[in-house]
């Protein structure tokens, strides 16, 4: 059974970084498209990132220039790189496998002074 599993979440100052990590548990050989939505409390999850199985990323225009998202294909690991943060209301950070409409549990993130 593939689950995956977010890390790397926390409380961060405005204009801080953090680095969020989605974990592929679970027997995988091959290598799919992965996402990154995240969700306030009374708000719509929405989209942040994605990287194709050929390493291709797509950029939500609110975080373009500030985010990146990677993987890393032998520890199956996708990470996204979170600079400038803005204040916001704390919300959960979740990883996606498209392939097999899974979601992570997610990873909460706060920016806050």
């Known amino acids: 059974q593939v689950q995956l599993v977010e890390s790397g979440g926390g409380l961060v100052q405005p204009g801080g970084s953090l680095r969020l990590s989605c974990a592929t548990a679970g027997s995988s050989s091959s290598i799919y498209a992965m996402g990154w939505y995240r969700q306030a409390p009374g708000k719509q999850r929405e989209f942040i990132a994605t990287i194709t199985s050929g390493g291709a990323t797509n950029y939500a225009n609110s975080v373009k220039g500030r985010f990146t998202i990677s993987r890393d294909n032998a520890k199956n690991t996708v990470y996204l790189q979170m600079n400038s943060l803005k204040p916001q209301h704390p919300s959960v950070y979740y990883c996606?496998?498209?392939?097999?409409?899974?979601w992570g549990k997610g990873t909460l993130v706060t920016v806050s002074s």
């Open positions: 996606r496998l498209y392939v097999l409409a899974l």
